[in-house]
């Protein structure tokens, strides 16, 4: 299932800082243990969604901005929006489908005049590089 949103990203916030920019995949396997010692491997699904850990630098002004899109735009972060992530095989330019997973973890004054928000984004699926993306010849 696709999710579409006419909600987009503010253009005002940056996008999320390369560092620290960790992917987590739901696994589609089920693994079964057998009594032998042997396991039984199946793929139960074909799309699985992605837990990405991100984190923003933001002035004072962009923190108010980030702060009312998450509240008011977003319901406290359950509705999906598009935003530019980088991922593997993905043109920088091209959106996906992301919502936050909870709140915030944290906000961290940093140099005196920069708040650094770390959350955690899902996407509905991995996206995986295949030819007709371009990335396999």
Known sequence: MTITTSVNW???????LADGYTQTPVSP???TELGSG???M???????????SVSWLLSEA???TFEDFYYNT????????????RLPGKADDETVAA???????AVTLTGGVWWEYSATLEIRERYVV?????GMS
Do not use: H, N, Y
Request: no cysteine; aromatic share 10%.
């Open 10 to 16: 503010p253009e005002s916030l940056p996008l999320p």
């Open 99 to 105: 919502r936050f997973t909870d709140i915030w973890d």
């Open 38 to 40: 042997r396991a039984i």
């Open 74 to 85: 977003l319901a406290d972060g359950v509705r999906w929006f598009r935003i530019a992530l």
């Open 130 to 134: 295949t030819r007709d993306r371009g």
């Open 29 to 31: 396997v089920m693994r």
């Open 62 to 64: 962009q923190a108010g």
């Open 42 to 52: 199946r793929r139960r699904f074909v799309s699985t969604p992605v837990m990405i």
